[in-house]
């Protein structure tokens, strides 16, 4: 089906402002958990996250199959280590290693499937996977090439949530393939499922505490409506009008956002070691998403046309018999 240009473009421009937001939520994570624990403020983003999307489609809700609930049960519990490890890598090391270390799901996802369905990867997904670990190699490690033990912890939890996040796709794509699953009932359920058990972890382990402030309140709402709720109800809407390599390629500027907020608003500087890894994992993600061969076959056809334009034209010029 033919994709209508101008529905493409502003579908686009809306997967532009869901990127913008997530790279800016690293950030008000850092500023929020000033006030509460992980498990709380993730409790708070996702049960605000859930309601509102609830509130505005829940004439979907009339009728929801076993499928679809256990499958949102399966989402939920995967996104709770997913939101827990990122949370965790802002109150433990740097917010542009967070985010970049989070972004690794795009070449950990291929990793995954090779794993659990022995899918073979192709040269170019290979190549992508290693300038990706070199990449987190120049980004984490200190100038010798040991740990840096100071943001050790704060890096594998965002590692570890950028890995689940691709398991977290994986449980998705074979959900959706139900027949019997609503991917729409399954999304937003999900979210409520996260939230209940971040809830039930915060009640264990920290307690749950209100925002004290304007701002902390601010922040709690932005990333409950903006980079959860909203985010997870518009995405699907807009992909249904945009190719698939222009979402990989609007979502891997996802870190490039938060490094530019983490330099702007909480006055981070990486070293050039750091930059340079930052980098090779946007390249890495570049390599992936864009189709190469394609792209060959595309120059060499239209090199062809413009030949056989230009012989046809010589042709027009000869003198006729």
Not at 1 to 6: G, Y
Not at 164 to 184: G, M, N
Not at 200 to 220: C, D, H, M, N, R
Request: hydrophobic letters at 50%; aromatic letters at 10%.
């Amino acid at each position: 089906m033919e994709l209508d240009k101008k529905k493409e473009v502003k579908a686009d421009m809306m997967l532009m402002v869901i990127t913008l937001c997530w790279g800016l939520s690293y950030y008000f994570m850092d500023i929020c958990l000033e006030e509460m624990g992980a498990f709380t403020l993730n409790s708070y983003r996702f049960l605000g996250a859930f309601a509102v999307a609830l509130i505005l489609s829940y004439k979907k809700f009339r009728n929801v199959s076993r499928d679809t609930l256990l499958a949102s049960i399966a989402v939920g519990a995967t996104l709770v280590v997913v939101y827990a490890g990122a949370t965790f890598g802002v109150q433990y090391t740097t917010l542009s290693n967070t985010a970049f270390l989070c972004s690794t799901t795009v070449v950990a996802t291929p990793i995954m499937e090779f794993i659990f369905f022995r899918k073979v990867a192709s040269k170019k997904i290979l190549l992508a996977v290693g300038v990706c670990m070199v990449g987190i190699m120049l980004l984490t490690l200190k100038e010798d090439f040991s740990l840096n033990m100071s943001h050790l912890k704060g890096d594998l939890f965002s590692l570890s949530a950028g890995i689940c996040y691709a398991l977290d796709i994986i449980v998705v794509d074979k959900a959706v393939r139900k027949e019997t699953v609503d991917p729409y009932q399954m999304g937003v359920l999900g979210l409520g499922v996260t939230g209940a058990i971040m809830l039930i972890l915060s009640l264990i382990f920290e307690g749950p505490v209100l925002p004290q402030t304007a701002g902390i309140w601010a922040a709690v709402i932005f990333l409950s409506l903006f980079c959860t709720g909203l985010a997870f109800i518009l995405q699907p809407i807009a992909q249904q009008y945009t190719e698939p390599s222009h979402v990989g390629i609007i979502y891997s500027l996802e870190p490039v956002f938060a490094g530019i907020t983490a330099f702007v608003l909480a006055g981070e500087v990486m070293t050039a070691r750091g930059y340079l890894g930052e980098v090779l994992m946007i390249a890495s993600v570049f390599i992936m998403e864009i189709d190469f061969g394609g792209l060959i076959k595309k120059h060499r056809q239209k090199g062809q046309n413009e030949g056989v334009k230009e012989l046809l034209e010589d042709e027009d010029h000869l003198p006729r018999p």
